[in-house]
């Protein structure tokens, strides 16, 4: 049999283990047990300095230095109670991973003994080599000294394998310079400013007592899962991520049958073993489906802080990663793996509170007469319009290229949805102050053994990037890839503007002066109304309208990452202490860089593949058919197959040319400019003539597994 066969074989044969213990380990029972939460502090913490940080990590108080050695004890000791041999500093360097190095507790003090050492220094700050991650010109390879500093609004945790327990402690990473080296420093600066901004806001409102405002998110996480032995038979899967060839399946997502259908039993075991993964881990995942696609899975959490949430994601990814192999299962995390059908993303639910409970984004059951609300939603309307452009350069890369547009990502033009009862307010607002809101009422559903439903006063639109969903936006235009860090810094950024902008007008006004408010809110609605819009995204008129508007369509990640040079990008992310120009410099290029490093990954391995295992298999084929006879049909199908097997070769010294002349571009700007222009096309030249040929190739000749069996086979 080929490896093919084998692996179907074996496929065929799987079956899941028994979880008889699984009501033992459930749910609240196991809930943060891995994390050095309240609960944990409370029990390895003197009553002042549990108190102390506390308010610390409800952001009452700065970190006072003096109780940093009591707090580390603690924490050693709660480790150590689980097994902990290891401690590390868990960082989110520019790589789109996660980092660590791991120290032992452990410390020698003569006569061949050890004693368990964990000082306050090892808790709040490491030192790791910073040479070799990427920095933007920031840091030279000689200059290799970076910091990683505790984070302490986000929970350490435990991270628990089979062979140890390691105590693991979420930080910020900064070069010798001081300047941020990471996705999260930006991003909780970013925080500060928004809520500074805001709380300016909330005093002309005469909220006196908030003291601080932060936003949630709840990323909704979707990702596919595939056979491990059908998928590392695919050198594209394991380099790329992604099938860089592959001819549709006879059957697909057409019939929609996979949508919120049976969860099948392999599958379901993954998830119930992720879901008891997560909760140890405090991560509060709440929501598991089948996605459009075949083969295709969605995770949701319940909205967190956006500084944890965030951090919670990446662990949620490296955590499935890890599952999946426990699985025999392959875990694609690229935002689209399969050419045909739906790809993935990740949609960002994240909103604004205040640290009393009050979410500044729900409009209550009179939004017209929430003036509070109103502003709010307004000041988000003008930060998405303004820096609509930085908004969209946040999500760019090249995984992302190939999902945004297509019939299941929002297109690139960023947009606001905001539902019919929140348009006639706006409409209503733009010619003066709103008097009425609409109702949703109830749906009746013709049958007396079902109930009344109450009916949302709004429909939910999924093509918009950014629609309004009740009492939160969700920003849809995501990648399932990216952390969630940098698109949140850049929306904090450019809603932080904008409440800046809002607040100094307010602070003109008398407290209390709603006609002022009216006017000023008025004039934000017809500034800014050209970014609303309600119907499909996915329609060609939506392009010609948008242009129309002025709107910005930056199409690929190559339009879109100008935005962050440009002289407003620099002057906004500055005057916010959100990135200096440098520290902004520095991310430009990394993002340039990875996009060119993208894509010479990708096209060395086309034409490898192309070489090394489909140009072989349509001579072997060409082999057997010369021996097959003369007939007229065989003497057709050998011209067909014998002119693709030309055109192959056609198309990869095209592309190997292609790669060249991009590889000696005069910068890397040029250089991804060529990928767009000439490696990318000579590469789907390349695919289109394979895939041609994996349709007429004989099934037992074709070296990699098929969409059919990638896509069906588990």
Same mark, same amino acid.
């Given at each position: 049999?080929?490896?093919?066969?084998?692996?179907?074989?074996?496929?065929?044969?799987?079956?899941?283990?028994?979880?008889?213990?699984?009501? $033992?380990?459930?749910?609240?029972?196991?809930?943060?047990?891995?994390?050095?939460?309240?609960?944990?502090?409370?029990?390895?913490?003197?009553?002042?300095?549990?108190?102390?940080?506390?308010?610390?990590?409800?952001?009452? $108080?700065?970190?006072?230095?003096?109780?940093?050695?009591?707090?580390?004890?603690?924490?050693?000791?709660?480790?150590?109670?689980?097994?902990?041999?290891?401690?590390?500093?868990?960082?989110?360097?520019?790589?789109?991973?996660?980092?660590?190095?791991?120290?032992?507790?452990?410390?020698?003090?003569?006569?061949?003994?050890?004693?368990?050492?964990?000082?306050?220094?090892?808790?709040?700050?490491?030192?790791?080599?910073?040479?070799?991650?990427?920095?933007?010109?920031?840091?030279?390879?000689?200059?290799?000294?970076?910091?990683?500093?505790?984070?302490?609004?986000?929970?350490?945790?435990?991270?628990?394998?089979?062979?140890?327990?390691?105590?693991?402690?979420?930080?910020?990473?900064?070069?010798?310079?001081?300047?941020?080296?990471?996705?999260?420093?930006?991003?909780?600066?970013?925080?500060?400013?928004?809520?500074?901004?805001?709380?300016?806001?909330?005093?002309?409102?005469?909220?006196?007592?908030?003291?601080?405002?932060?936003?949630?998110?709840?990323?909704?996480?979707?990702?596919?899962?595939?056979?491990?032995?059908?998928?590392?038979?695919?050198?594209?899967?394991?380099?790329?991520?992604?099938?860089?060839?592959?001819?549709?399946?006879?059957?697909?997502?057409?019939?929609?049958?996979?949508?919120?259908?049976?969860?099948?039993?392999?599958?379901?075991?993954?998830?119930?073993?992720?879901?008891?993964?997560?909760?140890?881990?405090?991560?509060?995942?709440?929501?598991?489906?089948?996605?459009?696609?075949?083969?295709?899975?969605?995770?949701?959490?319940?909205?967190?802080?956006?500084?944890?949430?965030?951090?919670?994601?990446?662990?949620?990814?490296?955590?499935?990663?890890?599952?999946?192999?426990?699985?025999?299962?392959?875990?694609?995390?690229?935002?689209?793996?399969?050419?045909?059908?739906?790809?993935?993303?990740?949609?960002?639910?994240?909103?604004?509170?205040?640290?009393?409970?009050?979410?500044?984004?729900?409009?209550?059951?009179?939004?017209?007469?929430?003036?509070?609300?109103?502003?709010?939603?307004?000041?988000?309307?003008?930060?998405?319009?303004?820096?609509?452009?930085?908004?969209?350069?946040?999500?760019?890369?090249?995984?992302?290229?190939?999902?945004?547009?297509?019939?299941?990502?929002?297109?690139?033009?960023?947009?606001?949805?905001?539902?019919?009862?929140?348009?006639?307010?706006?409409?209503?607002?733009?010619?003066?102050?709103?008097?009425?809101?609409?109702?949703?009422?109830?749906?009746?559903?013709?049958?007396?053994?079902?109930?009344?439903?109450?009916?949302?006063?709004?429909?939910?639109?999924?093509?918009?990037?950014?629609?309004?969903?009740?009492?939160?936006?969700?920003?849809?235009?995501?990648?399932?890839?990216?952390?969630?860090?940098?698109?949140?810094?850049?929306?904090?950024?450019?809603?932080?503007?904008?409440?800046?902008?809002?607040?100094?007008?307010?602070?003109?006004?008398?407290?209390?002066?709603?006609?002022?408010?009216?006017?000023?809110?008025?004039?934000?609605?017809?500034?800014?109304?050209?970014?609303?819009?309600?119907?499909?995204?996915?329609?060609?008129?939506?392009?010609?309208?948008?242009?129309?508007?002025?709107?910005?369509?930056?199409?690929?990640?190559?339009?879109?990452?100008?935005?962050?040079?440009?002289?407003?990008?620099?002057?906004?992310?500055?005057?916010?202490?959100?990135?200096?120009?440098?520290?902004?410099?520095?991310?430009?290029?990394?993002?340039?860089?990875?996009?060119?490093?993208?894509?010479?990954?990708?096209?060395?391995?086309?034409?490898?593949?192309?070489?090394?295992?489909?140009?072989?298999?349509?001579?072997?084929?060409?082999? $057997?058919?010369?021996?097959?006879?003369?007939?007229?049909?065989?003497?057709?199908?050998?011209?067909?197959?014998?002119?693709?097997?030309?055109?192959?070769?056609?198309?990869?010294?095209?592309?190997?040319?292609?790669?060249?002349?991009?590889?000696?571009?005069?910068?890397?700007?040029?250089?991804?400019?060529?990928?767009?222009?000439?490696?990318?096309?000579?590469?789907?030249?390349?695919?289109?003539?394979?895939?041609?040929?994996?349709?007429?190739?004989?099934?037992?000749?074709?070296?990699?597994?098929?969409?059919?069996?990638?896509?069906?086979?588990?």
């Amino acid at each position: 049999m080929t490896a093919r066969q084998t692996a179907i074989e074996a496929i065929a044969n799987h079956r899941v283990a028994s979880t008889q213990d699984y009501l $033992e380990h459930a749910g609240a029972d196991i809930y943060g047990e891995y994390v050095f939460g309240e609960a944990a502090q409370r029990q390895y913490l003197a009553k002042p300095i549990f108190r102390k940080l506390r308010r610390t990590i409800d952001g009452l $108080e700065p970190f006072d230095p003096a109780i940093v050695d009591a707090v580390a004890h603690g924490v050693k000791e709660w480790a150590m109670a689980h097994g902990a041999t290891h401690y590390t500093h868990w960082f989110v360097p520019m790589t789109g991973s996660t980092a660590e190095k791991h120290d032992s507790f452990l410390s020698p003090v003569g006569d061949g003994q050890t004693l368990a050492e964990f000082s306050g220094r090892n808790l709040v700050q490491g030192e790791p080599d910073a040479s070799s991650f990427p920095s933007g010109g920031i840091r030279a390879t000689f200059e290799a000294r970076g910091y990683t500093a505790w984070d302490v609004t986000s929970p350490i945790f435990l991270q628990v394998e089979p062979n140890g327990v390691t105590l693991t402690i979420p930080t910020g990473f900064v070069s010798y310079t001081g300047e941020a080296l990471d996705h999260k420093i930006p991003m909780l600066r970013s925080q500060e400013a928004l809520g500074r901004e805001a709380l300016r806001v909330l005093r002309w409102f005469d909220n006196t007592t908030a003291s601080r405002v932060f936003t949630n998110i709840g990323p909704e996480q979707e990702y596919f899962l595939v056979d491990r032995r059908l998928a590392e038979q695919r050198p594209d899967l394991v380099l790329a991520g992604r099938t860089l060839f592959g001819a549709p399946s006879p059957k697909g997502q057409e019939l929609e049958d996979q949508y919120f259908g049976s969860i099948r039993e392999r599958m379901l075991a993954f998830m119930m073993d992720l879901d008891r993964e997560l909760w140890r881990m405090g991560i509060p995942s709440k929501t598991r489906h089948n996605e459009v696609a075949p083969a295709q899975f969605e995770m949701a959490p319940v909205y967190e802080a956006t500084s944890v949430g965030s951090d919670h994601n990446m662990v949620v990814m490296s955590t499935m990663r890890r599952l999946a192999r426990q699985h025999d299962l392959m875990f694609l995390i690229h935002e689209k793996p399969f050419a045909g059908i739906n790809g993935s993303g990740k949609h960002n639910n994240w909103s604004m509170a205040t640290d009393e409970g009050e979410n500044l984004l729900d409009p209550g059951h009179d939004p017209h007469a929430n003036a509070q609300f109103l502003a709010f939603l307004l000041a988000v309307i003008r930060g998405v319009n303004v820096h609509a452009d930085l908004i969209r350069a946040s999500i760019a890369d090249a995984g992302n290229d190939h999902r945004l547009g297509a019939n299941e990502a929002p297109p690139a033009i960023v947009s606001i949805f905001l539902g019919s009862q929140l348009e006639d307010v706006i409409d209503q607002l733009e010619k003066g102050a709103a008097s009425a809101s609409k109702r949703g009422g109830s749906l009746e559903l013709g049958v007396t053994s079902l109930p009344i439903l109450p009916r949302d006063a709004t429909d939910r639109n999924r093509t918009s990037p950014f629609a309004f969903t009740g009492n939160k936006f969700e920003f849809r235009a995501v990648g399932s890839s990216a952390p969630i860090y940098w698109p949140q810094t850049v929306l904090n950024t450019a809603v932080a503007d904008s409440l800046a902008a809002l607040a100094d007008e307010l602070e003109t006004l008398e407290q209390g002066d709603f006609a002022g408010l009216t006017n000023i809110l008025s004039a934000i609605v017809k500034a800014n109304k050209q970014v609303l819009f309600e119907g499909n995204n996915y329609a060609d008129e939506w392009h010609a309208e948008a242009a129309r508007r002025g709107l910005p369509n930056n199409r690929t990640t190559v339009d879109a990452l100008p935005a962050l040079s440009t002289a407003r990008a620099k002057k906004v992310f500055a005057q916010f202490g959100v990135l200096s120009e440098r520290e902004l410099e520095a991310r430009a290029e990394i993002n340039w860089d990875r996009y060119v490093k993208v894509g010479h990954i990708e096209a060395s391995c086309t034409l490898d593949m192309a070489r090394t295992l489909i140009l072989p298999a349509a001579v072997r084929y060409l082999g $057997e058919l010369s021996g097959a006879g003369a007939s007229k049909g065989v003497a057709t199908l050998t011209a067909t197959v014998a002119d693709l097997a030309d055109r192959l070769v056609a198309a990869i010294d095209a592309l190997e040319k292609a790669q060249g002349a991009a590889h000696h571009a005069a910068s890397v700007h040029a250089e991804a400019g060529a990928f767009v222009e000439s490696v990318i096309p000579a590469q789907n030249v390349v695919r289109e003539v394979a895939d041609a040929l994996e349709t007429l190739v004989a099934d037992d000749l074709w070296p990699l597994p098929k969409y059919r069996e990638l896509l069906f086979q588990y």
